[in-house]
């Protein structure tokens, strides 16, 4: 690591990794994370169809390449014999060492990751996940009830992030594990936090290290007291198997990874909606929508921006471009997404297109195993939105919005919307 970069960590670990106040930080490293409205900016499908492999550039003296192609990608996040994800890597390069691992599914290699995914996979199959969705309809139809009361008589504006993106997948998550309700305000926070660099890498470190102490508590409580949520089942099944920092990091995963990504698809594909008549009627009318609706949205969005980082392990080829043992690798989920390689006119949003193989919820031994759970959350929610408040409207400008600013989980910050009569 170069003296300025060696400087410059020594300094934010007393006050804040903030990326937005290095001025020595060229603006094409924060390529990945920028965006236009819900696009992402031209520069990167400039950068993905001139060089989907190209090198990063940062000034900590690691080499970090920026992978945008939809091909290659796939050929980095499938292969774990040549590329770690483990968390200590992160650490270590970028001067964090005390910093605590969060453990868990994604910063995790095998065999531990596969030995921690089998133990979670037949949870959330299709068939077992069934078992949420008369609770899923309930919360989506009582955080509506709670719009409407929030409007009044007066019809007044009432924010769709915080009354209806948030409180959703938080209180569907909190029934899964099987923690308390009244403790999703603080997990909203943290999960926002930890994906938010515009306000620091120290702050999102630190709302990981808060988040893991809270739920190794929790996992102590399931210990003597197994409940009915997933920790519960995990302590009966695999208790002598699983430590409790596993479990707790296990459940810090799920938490924070299903709360954020999917509050973050529900307000942003209701701006969707409410942009364009057709799309809101087609969703309001059509059950048979519902399904491709969302597929296009997720891949649209791709509100997970990059991919967690991988280390090179060895010396090796990424589409005829030489990554050396110990670089890191960003792969562009954003970028992949809107690639020609998934067919014509990607950088449009088409909800009647055919199903594309994309990659919102990554790919390969690490794709989000919280999947199904989602699609049945925004399934169930977008349906239920536009045909309880038909007559739904932004309450400002669109240019007023405020979007989330260098943020691996795409979002924004508040949707006012007045819910006509």
């Given at each position: 690591m170069n003296w300025l970069g060696r400087k410059y960590l020594a300094r934010t670990q007393r006050k804040g990794f903030d990326l937005t106040r290095m001025p020595f930080l060229p603006r094409s490293a924060l390529l990945p994370l920028r965006r236009d409205g819900l696009d992402p900016v031209p520069a990167l499908a400039r950068r993905r169809n001139e060089h989907p492999v190209s090198r990063l550039p940062l000034p900590f003296g690691v080499n970090v390449w920026l992978v945008t192609g939809y091909d290659e990608v796939k050929a980095v996040l499938s292969n774990t014999k040549d590329f770690s994800n483990d968390f200590t890597n992160l650490t270590m390069n970028f001067g964090f060492a005390d910093q605590q691992n969060p453990g868990g599914l994604g910063f995790s290699d095998p065999p531990a990751h596969t030995r921690l995914r089998r133990m979670l996979t037949p949870e959330f199959t299709v068939r077992r996940l069934a078992r949420l969705k008369p609770r899923i309809r309930d919360i989506v139809d009582g955080q509506l009830d709670e719009m409407a009361a929030r409007a009044g008589d007066t019809n007044a504006a009432v924010d769709l992030v915080q009354s209806f993106a948030l409180p959703i997948p938080s209180l569907t998550i909190c029934e899964l594990l099987g923690v308390p309700y009244e403790d999703r305000a603080d997990f909203q926070r943290l999960s926002t936090t930890r994906f938010d660099l515009f306000g620091g890498a120290t702050a999102s470190l630190g709302a990981?290290?808060?988040?893991?102490?809270?739920?190794?508590?929790?996992?102590?409580?399931?210990?003597?007291?197994?409940?009915?949520?997933?920790?519960?089942?995990?302590?009966?099944?695999?208790?002598?198997?699983?430590?409790?920092?596993?479990?707790?990091?296990?459940?810090?995963?799920?938490?924070?990874?299903?709360?954020?990504?999917?509050?973050?698809?529900?307000?942003l594909g209701t701006l969707i909606l409410l942009r364009d008549p057709a799309?809101?009627?087609?969703?309001?009318?059509?059950?048979?929508?519902?399904?491709?609706?969302?597929?296009?949205?997720l891949r649209y969005l791709t509100v997970v921006q990059v991919a967690f980082p991988r280390f090179a392990r060895n010396d090796v080829d990424i589409a005829g471009t030489r990554v050396s043992s110990g670089d890191v690798v960003l792969c562009s989920?954003?970028?992949?997404?809107?690639?020609?390689a998934l067919g014509p006119?990607?950088?449009?949003?088409?909800?009647?297109?055919?199903?594309?193989?994309?990659?919102?919820?990554?790919?390969?031994?690490?794709?989000?195993?919280?999947?199904?759970l989602a699609r049945m959350e925004l399934r169930t929610a977008y349906p239920a939105l536009v045909r309880r408040f038909p007559n739904m409207r932004l309450a400002v400008a669109p240019e007023q919005l405020s979007f989330r600013k260098l943020s691996i989980v795409y979002g924004v910050d508040s949707v006012p919307v007045l819910l006509g009569s």
């Open positions: 990981i290290s808060e988040s893991l102490s809270y739920l190794t508590d929790i996992v102590k409580k399931q210990r003597e007291t197994p409940g009915d949520g997933l920790l519960g089942m995990l302590v009966r099944e695999h208790g002598e198997d699983i430590d409790d920092q596993e479990l707790a990091g296990l459940a810090d995963g799920l938490l924070t990874g299903g709360l954020e990504t999917t509050a973050s698809m529900l307000a799309y809101f009627r087609l969703v309001h009318d059509s059950d048979d929508a519902i399904e491709p609706f969302v597929e296009e949205l989920l954003s970028g992949a997404d809107r690639d020609d006119d990607m950088e449009r949003f088409d909800p009647t297109r055919p199903a594309t193989s994309h990659l919102a919820f990554g790919y390969g031994a690490h794709r989000c195993i919280g999947a199904e």
